[in-house]
Each structure stands twice: as structure tokens, then as C-alpha cells.
């Protein structure tokens, strides 16, 4: 499946099902957030996963947290090794603040939202995101960080597998300082652990 | 005003108060979260927050933004000048997992949700906290972090100052790690703008 540059879609996963998101074309960042299915109160959490990994970028082996400090996810694979989780999906806010942009397009977080809109997660649900292939530097003395080009080459991918039921979103990112400015799209693969049968014979 | 060692307190703010979190002895961390008032939907957004300032460590002069990407607070005064805004308050569940511990303390987590109980906001909805005088410190490469005593001495403080209504809740935190294994209170002042006036005559 493609999500289009600038755009982003929804999944539900059940458990065991793995979601592969894939960086077709190299440097192109995945804003990826989760909810709990049906209750949506329980969320992707970035805070509980970091803390529990003691680590802010993480990898393959590593458990992506809800807010109720249960796996949503476990990273089995991960090609890239390089993400952020620590920043908000990009608005239409990011893009008046940081780039003096008055354009108002929608963000990552818009089309996040709209993804979402289905199964009535508004925006203000949306939390902060795994960012995908998303390359955050930081100087480890004065705090500051750099969003540089993410090390990505075409066709790195990083394989979740969902821990319980989840609804997912993801984007293709639509904020030029995490894709150098080179406009993507994301694809995407569901592996379902237990495909549907024909109940009928 | 006092938080006793292992609680939270909330309190009401309107535009232009300044609220002092004190560390009255040294080495103690206060997790700090808001919400809009009476706009409950609007919160204190670590992730947008630190997108905005392009620094992990916030200080004098930054700006605490919501997750509408509307100032909440203003630093303006900052004894200490190291906290962290990256990981979710101590609970139930992060002493469990952190620490091996099952007594089932509510952590700060808990203690905030109970101080905000009364105006209907859940533990599901308790953010990333701007966590007052906590020390964490990173390595650069490997993005490993560790949270280190609090480098606050007796009677550092940071004076935040609201820049819409706001329901704040505080906690003197509960997590050993986080304060140096020295359980302590946590005070804060509450400077009004506009004090209320005897409007009867």
C-alpha cells in the first residue's frame, strides 16, 4: 500500500500482525501514532516507551509503550536504526512557527486527523509520534538538537509487530526539514498473523 | 504553599499569574502538568514545546506550548536552569517495571490524577510533564540516558508565568531515582495578576 506524499492512512492490526513501513525512495520521515481498539483512551506514549528503554532513539528489540504502560508494538526489524520519538507530528502550527509558513496545510497532524476522523479520534488526541526514519541530533551539553536528513536509503524499512488490538496511522511527512525537503510518499505492509478464512465452505 | 513528599496538588491560574515551583531543600523534582480552563482538550505538549525551542532542556525565556500550539507558559525566572520535558510521571507501572517494586504506589502519576479528579480530567489524559528540577542526561551517540540527582540546591525555583487559563497540577515526586532516593515536599506560590477584590464594598 502508498500513502502519498503529503497524506497519511489508517489500520487496524490485531495481535501478532506486523506493519512493515517502508521509505520507498530513501530520506522521507513516517509519523506514526496508535490507538487501542475499540478504547481509544489508551494511546502510543513516547514518554513511557522512553523511559522504559532508558534510550531515546530506538530499534529492533525495542517495545513502543501506551500510556497504560502496556506493548503496543515491538520493533522485530529495522533496517534504517535511526528515529525520533520525541517531537509532535508536524501542523499547520510547525509550519507558521518554525518556517514562517502561512500556506495553513494541514501537517502531518491534519492528515493524522482526518485518517482518524473514522473511528472519532480528533486532533487533540493526537500525541507525539515514532517518527519513522525521523533523524533528531542533539548536543548532549546544551540540549539543542538538529532535524537532519534521515539516514534512510531507498527501501529501508522497520517491522512493528502490534502487541494488542491497535488502530494505526502514518503518515508521509509533509515537513521539509525531516525529508530534506524532497516531498515522498511511505509504503506500507500488513502481515496479518491470522489471515481471514472463508467461513462459508 | 506545601506538597508533602509523595502527593500533587492542583491550582487555577489565569492569564498573567505566575506560579513559583520551589524545591524547599535540594535534590527534589516537581512533575508539572496543565490543561486548558474550562477547555480540558488543550494540554501541555512536551512534543511541541521542544519542536518550538529546538532544545531539549528548557529554561528562562522559552515558552511551554499546548498541543494547539498556544503558549500555557512563559519561563520567566529559573534558579536551577536544568529540568526535563521528555518522560511521563512515575506510577504504579514504572515502578513495577523500573524498579522491580509491586507494592502498587501510585506514583506521581496517580497523585496527579487524584488532584485532578475534581475537575474531571482521568489518568488516561496525564501528559508528559515539564518535570521541574529533574536531571536527565544523554549520550549524544547512542541516545542512552540517565536520570541524575537534581542539580537544584535548597530554594531553587523556576517562576512560570500563565499565558491563558489554566488547571495546573504539581506533584513532589515519588520515583527514587528521579530525587536522589530523598523523598521530599515540593513548595509553590501562587502570584496573581489580578487578586481578587471585596466586591461587596
Not at 502496556?70 to 508494538?73: G, K, L, N, T, V
Given at each position: 500500500m502508498r500513502i502519498s506524499p503529503c497524506s497519511?492512512?489508517?489500520?487496524?492490526?490485531?495481535?501478532g500482525d506486523e506493519l512493515v513501513v517502508i521509505d520507498p525512495e530513501g530520506q522521507q520521515v513516517s509519523?506514526?501514532?496508535?490507538?487501542?481498539?475499540?478504547?481509544?483512551?489508551?494511546?502510543?506514549s513516547s514518554g513511557?516507551?522512553?523511559?522504559?528503554?532508558s534510550r531515546f532513539w530506538l530499534t529492533t528489540g525495542d517495545v513502543l509503550y501506551s500510556n497504560r504502560s502496556?506493548?503496543?508494538?515491538t520493533i522485530?526489524?529495522?533496517?534504517?536504526?535511526?528515529?525520533?520519538?520525541?517531537?509532535?507530528?508536524?501542523?499547520?502550527?510547525?509550519?507558521?512557527?518554525?518556517?514562517?509558513?502561512?500556506?495553513?496545510r494541514p501537517g502531518c497532524e491534519g492528515n493524522l486527523a482526518a485518517a482518524l476522523a473514522p473511528y472519532g479520534i480528533g486532533v487533540d488526541r493526537i500525541p507525539i509520534a515514532f517518527n519513522a526514519f525521523m533523524h533528531v541530533s542533539i548536543d548532549a551539553t546544551t540540549g539543542e538538537f538538529g532535524v537532519l536528513p534521515p539516514l534512510s536509503k531507498a527501501g529501508d524499512f522497520v517491522r512493528l509487530r502490534a502487541e494488542m488490538p491497535l488502530v494505526v496511522a502514518m503518515s508521509a511527512c509533509s515537513a521539509g526539514q525531516s525529508n530534506n525537503?524532497?516531498?515522498?510518499?511511505?509504503?506500507?505492509q500488513v502481515v496479518r498473523r491470522n489471515p481471514p478464512s472463508c467461513s462459508n465452505g
Open positions: 497519511a492512512q489508517a489500520v487496524e492490526l490485531g495481535p509519523d506514526v501514532v496508535a490507538f487501542g481498539n475499540p478504547d481509544h483512551g489508551e494511546y502510543l513511557r516507551s522512553l523511559d522504559y528503554a502496556r506493548p503496543m508494538f522485530i526489524e529495522d533496517t534504517c536504526g535511526r528515529h525520533d520519538f520525541t517531537l509532535t507530528p508536524c501542523s499547520k502550527d510547525t509550519f507558521r512557527i518554525i518556517y514562517g509558513e502561512n500556506e495553513g525537503f524532497s516531498f515522498k510518499p511511505i509504503d506500507f
